[in-house]
């Protein structure tokens, strides 16, 4: 038996700290991610995609939304889906369950709102049961994949676990409790427990993991990380033998977008230089990338027109969203820029005063915008250099 | 640069060459009527200068003479940097000649002596010819002086140069000015004067406005989830209300229920049937029960009346013997008071009689008044004549007095002006002789007088002889005439008034006023001695009183016949017997109250008496009607039936009523469940069913109205629309801030920039100030002037109010115009460029005494800046005092 197993789609997520288009284009992504699943349960002969909860980011989803994540597995004819309610999109009476119940599903997508074991196939004669935990609340208190170990299914019979939460012990990155026991798999007899929630690809045991969003959707490193890489971006594609031998697992990218979160400190404006080379060194395609850029440090004036000329004004355009954290960066402007705005005058003396607010920090707030003002200032003055 | 000399051929009105030499450094004046080429000669100088020499613009061309279009040209001889110079040019187009020579013996020609030129005088070339920057504000044509002296760009540079030389670099040159507009402008677009606007307005608006959409969202989404739950919820009520209901089980007991009822209706008809027989046995045997009871009540009862009347007649007896008593007692006090009132009665008769008595001697006593009244008047009558006649008898009245006293004058004036011009004759005479002189024939009286005399006066000397003294007065008669009428006034006057002098006069008239004066008194008595009386009804005057006497007479005598008197009681005596009288009736009144209080004791008790008996009669004719009436119906009763049937008859009765009501008892006592109690069952089971019915339709109802709801809303996304809200929420929330922020920067930005702008332009300014303020002294003590940034004159500041240049008038205009140029040659000079002013026909607007002051100004400036004046008015600048020049034809 091979299957695909993801979870974490979150279709309909918006993002609001970046511009509509950029965010519709984000948006659009998951929904594309549904058509890279497909493609890839084809492709690596899988018969089946098994998605552990959040299909959709929210419960009153527009109809366009629910109908083209359905519409796209429809097409799909030869691969069923499995499809099971998480904390995003929990199971509530007459909501979005019922209502795509009530849409005319096409036959390869099947909804798990209910726990008990399922045969959702069988192979080579061994029947294969999937043992869905569907979320009835954002959090439940109790292990609800505890049913499958007394949930019985012919002897020799495939059990498939599915769960949406956070195995105990294992940190808590999903949002809700939804703990679920980590010897689940074993005290159970499961061949697989296919884990959602966390957004983040992880392997929990032989016989359970987290497969993470197919699509990244949050500037999140995992830990310990060696890249700037964020969670997210792959599925598993799982091959069962047998239900007693350990499952095949192998990671399959899936993201139409890279994630990544960079931190860096400049000290000097030379290293706006060896910044740009490594921000350029993510990807050939900078269209592909979503950046979320952390400053911090210190920039001359005109180092900071450099950085803007050459980090935000280049490469932040190229790239398919950029979040820019300025916080940590200070303007210290230098004597040569002082003197770049003017040498004497009263443009200077007031480039000077401004400097001065700037560096007294008694009144963050006055300094910050003294900065600011020092930064117009240098920015208006080459400005009507240019002109005149 | 100072000039020295100029000299023109053929340019423009001048034909020939004409010069202007020996300019020198200080104050220079060149008078010349209107028309004698002044203008020119400035025109020829910026040409000089400023237009190439091989120019071929047409106001280069227009040097040219008017007439004949000779080609014209300039020499201007002037020292720089202590050289001296000499620019000579020929303005003949493309064949136009420049030279330049340097008293060290450089020449510089053509382009090379142009571009030397603008070396030497620091102004900007160009194509068509110089610019003449700072020396077009220094070199004021005819009819400019009076604008505020505005400087070019380049001018503005020169002077900046030299200002910034001086206080040194202060305005951020050409592009830190354009910084603060930017700067403003970029704050402006995003805030005004009354907060946000542009984007930043529209930013706040939409965010608002995405707000409100949130919450509406949001409240949408809960109310979606709402409905779910209402729906979940209604259908567990369903199936809940469906599996408690068992339809079949329902109707078996309905149906029981309702044939109990229809035995229970019958066994009830039973018992009421029962029931009512048991209720008029019941009624009967009470009614026998109570007409025994109530025969023996009567005959208790007439016991009972029958003692009462017995009671009742023995007090009624009582009752007439207490009246009999009563009526005795009354008798007797009225007695008493009937003869009481007799004697009162006899008194009052008295009383009447003695006041009649009282009247008639007021009457007497009033008739003697009058009496003694009328004999006075006799009295004062006499008098009155008596003294009417003394007053007769007297003549002198205040205006004879008055006449006299005008006769005594008129004597006295008349005496005077005749001894003012009378001849005095004195004598001394020895007394024995006295008697033998006389004068006019009397002898003289005394041994020494002095007598004047106005005529012809003869003094007889017995014995002697005579002596005739004749003056010789000119008026003589008239005043002897005055004297003669005074006199006769005199003596006139003193017959009027029947006196002999004045004197007697006076006191004549005293004792006239006196006798008047009482006379008067006299009259005023008369008149007060009846003065009439109206209560009496009586009329003033002594006829009225006579008149009333007769009447009072006539009443006295009629009084006294019926009052049987021949004579009048004394008062003293009346008086008594009055009062004794009275005292008599007071104490018979007194008697008679105590009388009719000592008679309401008895009437009360004969009333009470009285009541009491008729109160016991009619109770005893009550009660014996009561007491025949109650033995008739007894009698009659009896009759009928007698006390022994009627008691047997209810006894029957009452073992009937018994029976009966037992039978009931025992009927009820089997009853069972009563109807009512089916009947409400019953209609238990028939509401249940009906509830449960309505309650399987409501909630259908309420399912079907919750699902269509939730299908009309679960396909337009509510969340995922809260999610887009939501997002564009946080994003425009994020752009306002960073409005606030850019808003804050802007503004701080352009405050700091502000400031050092103003403190930049003070500082920058003051040397131009400082330079302009001595000479405003002397024209406007007081004053101080206000530059702008452009160093163009503001307004000046005179007594703490500032006065816009624009509204100052032209003259102090022009003056101020006039000092402004003085000092920037002076910040010229300070920076080692000495450098000519030139006045063309200036100071045209200045009345006589700022003139002068502004004479004053130049010759002090002329100390260390070369002035040249040109003028058409001779006479005026005459009092300059300035060097004077002259335009000279050169052969």
Known sequence: ?388 | MKIRSIELANFRKFVGTVSVDNIGDNVNVLVGRNELGKSTLLQAINGVIFEKAKSTAQHVKCFRHFVNGTVPEVKLVFDVDGKSWTIHKRFAGQAGKAILTCSDRRIFEDEAAEAELQRLLGFAGSRGGGEPGIWGTLWVQQGQSFGDPELDEQAQRTMQGCLEAQVGAVTGGARGQKIPKAVREALEEIRGTRGPRGKFKDAMDRLDEVKGRAAELEAKRKDVFGLMEDLARNKRELNEARAGWDEAAHRIEIDGERTKRMAAAIRTAEIASARNAAGLAQERASNARQMVHDRAKVIAELDQLELQFKGFDAEAERALARKAEAKSSLDASEKTLANLRTQASRNAERTRKLERTRVAVSLNAEINQHQLTLKKAVTLETESTRLSEMIGAIAATDDAVTRIEEAVTQMSAAEAAMNAVATTISFAIEEGVRRRIFVDEVALKMPSASFPVLGKTVIAIREVGTIIVEPQIKNRNALVLRRQNADDEMKAALEAARVQDLASARVATAQRKEHERRLAEVRKEMENLAPGNRAKKLAAGLEALKSNLGELRGRLKAEMEKLTLATLPEDERLATEIEKNHEEGARLATDIETAEAELAGPQDLLAQADKKLRSAQEKVAGLKGTIDTKKADLQAGRATFSDAQFGANAEALERDAIGKAELLAEMQKSQGESLEAIDARIKRLEGAAANHQRSLADLGNEATRLTALIEANEGTGVEEMLLAAEAERDRLAGAVAEFEEASAVLQLLLETLEIAETEAKNRYLAPVVSRVEPYLKMLLPGANIVLDENLRIAAIQRDGQREEFEFLSGGTQEQLAVLTRIAFAELLLGQGRPATVILDDALAFSDDERIESMFDVLMRAGEHVQIIVLTCRKRLFTRLGAAPLEIRKTA
Request: charged fraction near 25%; aromatic fraction near 6%; include cysteine.
């Open chain 1, 1 to 388: 038996m091979k299957f695909i197993h993801t979870s974490d789609l979150q279709i309909g997520k918006a993002f609001g700290y970046f511009e509509p288009v950029t965010a519709s284009i984000l948006q659009d992504a998951r929904q594309a991610v549904v058509r890279t699943l497909g493609d890839a349960a084809i492709k690596s002969d899988a018969s089946a995609v098994l998605i552990a909860g959040d299909i959709y980011e929210k419960q009153q989803m527009s109809q366009p939304t629910l109908a083209r994540a359905i519409e796209n597995m429809r097409s799909f004819g030869t691969v069923q889906w499995h499809l099971m309610p998480g904390n995003h999109d929990h199971f509530r009476e007459n909501g979005l369950w019922d209502r795509l119940a009530r849409m005319q599903l096409p036959s390869n997508v099947r909804l798990h709102t209910r726990p008990g074991a399922v045969q959702i196939a069988e192979d080579g004669g061994v029947p294969v049961f999937l043992l869905p935990a569907p979320l009835h609340h954002i959090s439940s208190a109790e292990d609800l994949s505890a049913y499958m170990d007394r949930e019985a299914t012919p002897d020799g019979a495939i059990r498939i676990g599915m769960a949406h939460g956070t195995i105990q012990g294992f940190g808590s990155e999903g949002e809700a409790s939804n703990y679920v026991a980590p010897t689940r798999a074993d005290e159970a007899g499961l061949s697989y427990l296919a884990m959602g929630d966390w957004h983040r690809q992880m392997k929990v045991s032989e016989r359970c993991w987290y497969s993470g969003s197919p699509e990244p959707d949050r500037f999140k490193l995992p830990p310990n990380a060696l890249t700037s890489l964020c969670n997210g971006g792959a599925a598993l594609r799982v091959e069962i033998n047998s239900a007693r031998m350990s499952p095949e697992v192998l990671s399959i990218a899936t993201a139409r977008y890279q994630w990544h979160m960079v931190e860096k400190t400049l000290t000097e404006d030379m290293q706006i230089d060896l910044l740009e080379s490594d921000l350029r060194a993510l990807d050939s395609d900078l269209g592909k990338i979503v950046l979320d850029l952390r400053v911090t440090g210190a920039l001359s004036l005109a180092g900071r027109r450099v950085f803007e000329e050459r980090i935000l004004q280049s490469i932040g355009v190229a790239l398919r969203g950029l979040r820019f954290d300025e916080a940590g960066l200070v303007l210290d402007p230098t004597e040569q820029d002082l003197d770049e705005i003017d040498r004497a005058g009263f443009v200077r003396v007031a480039a000077d005063r401004l400097k001065t607010i700037a560096g007294n920090m008694s009144n963050p707030s006055q300094a910050h915008h003294a900065a600011l003002a020092l930064k117009r200032l240098y920015i208006e003055h080459l400005r009507q250099g240019a002109r005149s």
